[in-house]
């Protein structure tokens, strides 16, 4: 192992801690493809009105317990967004002296 670490320039600690740390991100993997699920879901029952913080909101009211940083994570990777609606600009008349 020692070889192949030096082979590929990473450290022998920091292949153990991947190794070790296998499990913990395959359950993260699996509950955010949960959540992403829940997510299209929400989503698409807005009619795809709906951003972050109302679908973050959505969820807690259902009762899951969410980040609204995981929520934007989830949906950057799954490239959903919601409406951005623009906001009117007043145009500025200039001065008559």
């Not at 022998?12 to 991947?18: D, K, L, M, T, V």
């Not at 967004?81 to 600009?89: P, S, Y």
Request: charged share 35%; hydrophobic share 35%.
């Amino acid at each position: 192992m020692k070889r192949l670490c030096t082979i590929l320039g990473i450290a022998r600690s920091r292949f153990y801690y991947w190794r070790r740390t296998a499990a913990d991100r395959a359950a993260r993997q699996a509950a955010d493809a949960r959540l992403t699920a829940r997510i299209r879901a929400v989503h698409r029952e807005s009619d795809g009105t709906y951003g972050v913080p109302r679908i973050t909101a959505e969820l807690r009211d259902d009762g899951e317990r969410v980040n609204h940083k995981r929520i934007a994570r989830v949906m950057r990777s799954i490239t959903l967004a919601g409406v951005r609606l623009r906001r009117r600009q007043t145009r500025l008349r200039s001065r008559q002296r």
